[in-house]
């Protein structure tokens, strides 16, 4: 879907507008973004995960997700499960993982507002929504201030993540790049949580990322924030398919607007998407 000028326009207005929550407001119905599927063989019943190889250098990414069986996702704002994290999520569970999902806030603060209502009320709907969209085993929502995650105590923070990453015997955790992605701090504390649980447990976190030149792209056509990795600092570039992720991005009509920076960059991604290791054991 290539927007004309006008929409151009619009989008990049509409992107000022939410910079300041850059809950990345979205639309439906794009085509042509399923890729190949990223199938992989499924562990058999009873098989313990096996360790995760670490001789590759970094400079030339996995193409096969760690083999874990249980997953949790931590995230600051309902649509970032599937926004930012859907086509990983789904990657998961397509090799037979249970993926479960963290969301500290409500997102109550969004500056976007496309259904009429209690924001709160409209994004826990929304959330618990694309969570059965994407087949997520559980969604725990938390009430930290939408927009004030980093000035809540990262001890507490990273309770919440332990408690729910025991509560689903998780193998691993992934969450947004350390840098936020968008840049957004909110998405910066709720990983830095997952970290420290990671390393306070032994537990490994994955980062979703995306390619430097892909942010760098972000950034000039929509002046958006985005912060992105080199080739040499990603660790996994996975094919996806993104109809999974496209069911539950329309389960968040509150912020699925037309204008988004979204489809320039799942334009950019293709079929594809990367993270980094933010902790390994
Ligand atoms: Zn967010």
Not at 58 to 81: C, F, K, N
Request: charged share 20%; aromatic share 4%.
């Amino acid at each position: 879907m290539t927007p004309t000028s006008a929409e151009k326009a619009r989008m990049i207005r509409s992107v000022e507008l939410s910079l300041t929550d850059m809950g990345p407001g979205l639309s439906v119905g794009v085509n042509g973004i399923d890729g190949e599927t990223a199938r992989r063989d499924t562990p058999a019943a009873g098989a313990r995960p096996q360790p995760v190889p670490r001789d590759a250098p970094r400079g030339v990414p996995s193409e096969s997700l760690p083999p874990w069986r249980s997953v949790l996702a931590v995230v600051a704002h309902p649509d970032d499960e599937s926004f930012g994290l859907g086509a990983v999520i789904d990657s998961f569970i397509r090799a037979g993982a249970d993926v479960s999902v963290l969301c500290l806030t409500h997102g109550e603060a969004s500056t976007l507002h496309g259904v009429a209502g209690e924001l709160k009320l409209i994004r826990e709907a929304e959330l618990r929504a694309a969570g059965v969209a994407l087949g997520i085993s559980a969604v725990q929502l938390e009430a930290y201030p939408d927009g004030g995650l980093a000035a809540v105590p990262l001890t507490t923070l990273a309770a919440e993540v332990s408690r729910t990453a025991a509560s689903v015997a998780a193998d691993g955790i992934i969450a947004f790049d350390s840098s936020g992605v968008t840049g957004h701090t909110d998405h910066i504390a709720a990983t830095a949580a997952a970290v420290q649980v990671g390393a306070d447990e032994g537990l490994e976190v994955l980062g979703w990322t995306l390619p430097a030149e892909v942010a760098t792209t972000l950034r000039a056509e929509f002046g958006a924030p985005f912060l992105g990795h080199s080739c040499d600092e990603i660790d996994f570039t996975i094919v996806v398919q993104r109809s999974s992720q496209m069911a539950a991005v329309a389960c968040h009509p509150s912020q699925a607007l037309p204008a988004s920076v979204l489809w320039r960059r799942l334009d950019l991604l293709g079929e594809r998407e990367h993270l980094r290791w933010l902790h390994t054991v």
